[in-house]
């Protein structure tokens, strides 16, 4: 989830308030019309349905990738825990993981304010899991009802099994607070319910060698955003992910691997980035037919300064050592 202006983030804030009103489903929804940030895809193959998620909370259904029923709310969240009673929910996906399903996402309560850095007002924001026996849901929470620190605001989290055999969640630590964002990693409890120890640095956003904006004297520099990590294993073993942030104002995504093939990293940059301007905050899944895709949104600003952003598919190539991103797939 991206918020890389206080403009943006409150222009952000009133699409995620729209998209979690309640709203009766619709059938025969073509992808393409479907306005979501984020977008995260299961292809499950116990119900053989694909089911889609992401920023907004949520639930789409389809059959074939072409054609969705939704939305639908599934996401059941403590109203007397840290996230208040209508939290926001950015960028939520859907593992699968010892014959349960879990909801990883940012939540925000908006009316807890945590710090103030640079003139800028932090509200409570922290990824946690919430878990269920079915795909479509509802998810509700664990045991645990704090996964992350209460004073440092996350987001994007995501779920790995690293060489270890232990589960941990990939997230990032917002810029607005840390300055320089930064990717972190922390290991869970083995049924998920809460997490184990601190959060640990992978990487921070200034090592990006494509990333660019403008300091306030108008120098070149490394964007300071970390966003949206998903992580993969190419054909030879090779760990990466992938993560996004900006080229000044265009949304961009590109990718890191692992020399040591575990979270540990050290994690290298790769010098370009790997898809089209403008598209970003991508996750990779094998269809039911066996076709590796990579599902991600278009990001567009319109004359209103609102966001439109609409789930893509790309074709991906893993066998070698690297991720390759090839034509776009339209179901």
């Avoid at 009133?14 to 009766?24: I, L």
């Avoid at 992808?31 to 089911?51: E, G, Q, R």
């Avoid at 949304?251 to 370009?272: C, D, F, H, I, R």
């Avoid at 301007?277 to 004359?303: I, Q, V």
Wanted: charged content about 25%; glycine content about 8%; hydrophobic content about 35%.
């Amino acid at each position: 989830m991206k918020n890389i202006t206080l403009l943006g983030l409150l222009l952000l804030t009133v699409t995620v308030s729209a998209q979690r009103r309640e709203r009766k489903p619709r059938t025969n929804v073509p992808v393409d019309s479907i306005v979501m940030s984020d977008p995260f895809i299961l292809a499950d193959k116990k119900t053989n349905m694909y089911y889609m998620t992401g920023t907004g909370g949520q639930l789409w259904k389809s059959k074939d990738l072409k054609l969705w029923d939704g939305p639908y709310n599934v996401a059941q969240t403590d109203s007397t825990s840290w996230m208040g009673p209508k939290p926001m929910i950015w960028a939520a996906e859907i593992h699968q993981y010892k014959n349960k399903y879990y909801y990883f996402a940012t939540f925000t309560n908006r009316d807890v304010k945590i710090d103030t850095v640079n003139g800028n007002v932090i509200e409570r924001r922290a990824s946690h899991v919430l878990v269920s026996d079915k795909p479509d849901g509802p998810y509700v929470p664990m045991k645990d009802k704090t996964y992350l620190l209460a004073d440092k605001p996350t987001l994007d989290g995501t779920f790995w099994i690293d060489k270890d055999g232990k589960p941990y969640m990939v997230y990032c630590y917002e810029w607005l607070q840390a300055i320089d964002g930064t990717m972190e990693k922390i290991e869970l409890k083995p049924d998920l319910s809460g997490s184990v120890g601190e959060g640990k640095l992978m990487f921070k956003a200034s090592d990006s060698p494509w990333s660019r904006e403008k300091d306030p004297n108008g120098k070149d520099i490394p964007n300071r955003v970390t966003d949206g990590p998903y992580l993969f294993k190419t054909g030879t073993g090779r760990l990466g992910m992938i993560w996004t942030s900006w080229v000044y104002d265009v949304y961009t995504q590109g990718v890191a691997y692992s020399k040591s093939g575990t979270l540990n990293g050290p994690w290298v940059q790769e010098k370009e980035p790997i898809t089209p301007p403008n598209f970003g905050h991508g996750m990779l899944f094998t269809t039911l037919n066996g076709k590796l895709l990579m599902c991600l949104h278009s990001h567009k600003e319109e004359a209103n300064g609102h966001y439109h952003r609409v789930p893509h598919f790309f074709e991906v190539d893993l066998k070698g050592d690297k991720l390759v991103v090839g034509k776009a797939f339209v179901p």
